[in-house]
């Protein structure tokens, strides 16, 4: 089953600056879109960022202008990076795929693991 590697969590200090990176653990036959998602303590998981096979990208409002989803087609890997960072940013950050690991298979939208992100002074 593919599983979705995250790295770049940690801890920073409100103002600084964290970069996600996430990569299927074996090769996808087609990626129709990637993105990020988070989930703080007590709330509903959310949408950050996402990125379509075409270029395109989608922001949540609270992070537009500060976060920048980019992707590396030849690793299938997406990232995420985040800059001035603000307490309120802290929560668990899940890697999405959605795609076709192989040609016959049905369309689906994989998650990693999460990676604890966590903005505190």
């Known amino acids: 089953q593919v599983q979705l590697v995250e790295s770049g969590g940690g801890l920073v200090q409100p103002g600084g600056s964290l970069k996600l990176s996430c990569a299927p653990s074996e090769s996808i036959f087609s990626i129709y879109a990637m993105g990020w998602y988070r989930q703080a303590p007590g709330k509903q998981r959310e949408l950050v960022a996402s990125?379509?096979?075409?270029?395109?990208?989608n922001y949540a409002d609270s992070v537009r202008g500060r976060f920048t989803i980019s992707r590396d087609n030849a690793k299938n890997t997406v990232y995420l990076q985040m800059n001035s960072l603000k307490p309120e940013d802290t929560a668990v950050y899940y890697c999405?795929?959605?795609?076709?690991?192989?040609?016959?298979?049905?369309?689906?939208?994989?998650w990693g693991q999460g990676t604890q992100v966590t903005v505190s002074s």
């Open positions: 990125i379509a096979s075409s270029g395109s990208t």
């Open positions: 999405s795929l959605d795609g076709r690991v192989r040609l016959l298979a049905t369309p689906r939208t994989y």
